[in-house]
């Protein structure tokens, strides 16, 4: 069937059910573009790697949340290139720009969208002549191509790493907004690089953000990452690039938040790593590795804890059954594909189709691994703020007597936070 005859019926189709008024010549689909996320917390990000900036509007945000600049500064601090040898020499500082959604006397949210705009400054275009024609292997320039049929060629637009600004600047109001409400902590480091792993019996309930960010490569465990330091060395002076895995907890996160079926807490944590630039796979508690056991050594036990709350005794879950979140810690790892520009000679095609060789130029990271950890943070705290005001949304709306039958799930309750004063 021709696709204009299928559009027709739809068209047809919509107008017979009252969705498309009668006469109108072209179906209208409403459809997200893939530039926002969430529901209730809802974040859109913009900008394109070397136009005049990127930014992000964070929209359902609760209203008397405390916010300036420098919680939000201090993520993308992490996240900014040149921090190292290990990551991509160009120059910003990524200084963000809060220009709506917060009252500068009393520096609390308004509850109306939160913009937020960091300039680009250190562009360098014209490394990028020779990538105009010819496509670089496994990133996304002939896809886009395919899709728009034009694309931005100077630094990728908007499937540069730059993009994620956007992401780190909402996901830093997303931990304001958790740690209010039960002291929730998002942590990510690099698990793996290539075939360097830490120990498999590394204590993550212990690691700290000073462990992390005592490495250049972001690996909380002192002898792996000198050993992880060694291999990015070595494929970087090759001209060559690497990829490995980010692992991330979540602590202190309430039991009760995801929904089942589609809504999956998992599925939706899987969505938001998997959307990040060069991943690859996604796994939650004892992932693929949770195949090699049997039921009775994969079950996580209950018990009650000293507190008289319900507990597990093991987290292969993740911190998440039937799609819920069961009060333990989350546990995630997102793996990372090597850098696609690298320095080294490829074989490629020009967008006419013409063969010919490709040597990446320009300012890249040899491993994305030590910059992806706190956009992995800031996607799990986007997923959870958004899981919890939806929680809040339907299971807390009505205030109806406490539900008995069954004991307290997880170590989290809410804590008591004091109502902030509107200004």
Known sequence: MASSTRLALLALAMSASGLVAPGRQRAQIRMGMGNSFGRCFRISTWGESHGGGVGVVVDGCPPRVPLTE?????????????QSRLTTPRNESDTVEI??????????????PIAMLVRNKDQKSNDYDTMAKAYRPSHADATYDAKYGVRAVAGGGRSSARETIGRVAGGAVAREVLKLYSGVEVLAYVQAVQDVRMPEDFDRDSVTLEDVEASMVRCPHAE???????????????GNSIGGVVECVAYNVPAGLGAPVFDKLEAELAKACMSLPASKGFEIGSGFGGTLLAGKDHNDEFYVDANGRTRTRSNRSGGVQGGISNGETIWVRVAFKPTSTIGQLQNTVTRDGQETELRGKGRHDPCVLPRAAPMVESMVA??????????????????????????????????????????
């Open 224 to 238: 792996t990452a000198e050993k992880m330091i060694e291999r990015i060395d070595q494929i970087r002076r090759g």
């Open 99 to 112: 220009l709506s959604g917060v009252d500068k006397e009393s520096g609390v949210t308004l509850g109306t």
């Open 70 to 82: 420098e919680p939000v500064q201090f993520e993308l601090n992490r996240r900014r290139p040149g």
């Open 382 to 423: 986007l997923v959870l703020a958004d899981a919890l005001m939806q929680q809040k949304a339907q299971c807390d709306l009505l205030e109806f007597q406490e539900p008995s039958g069954f004991n307290a799930l997880g170590a989290t309750p809410p804590k008591e936070v004091g109502v902030v004063a509107a200004p």
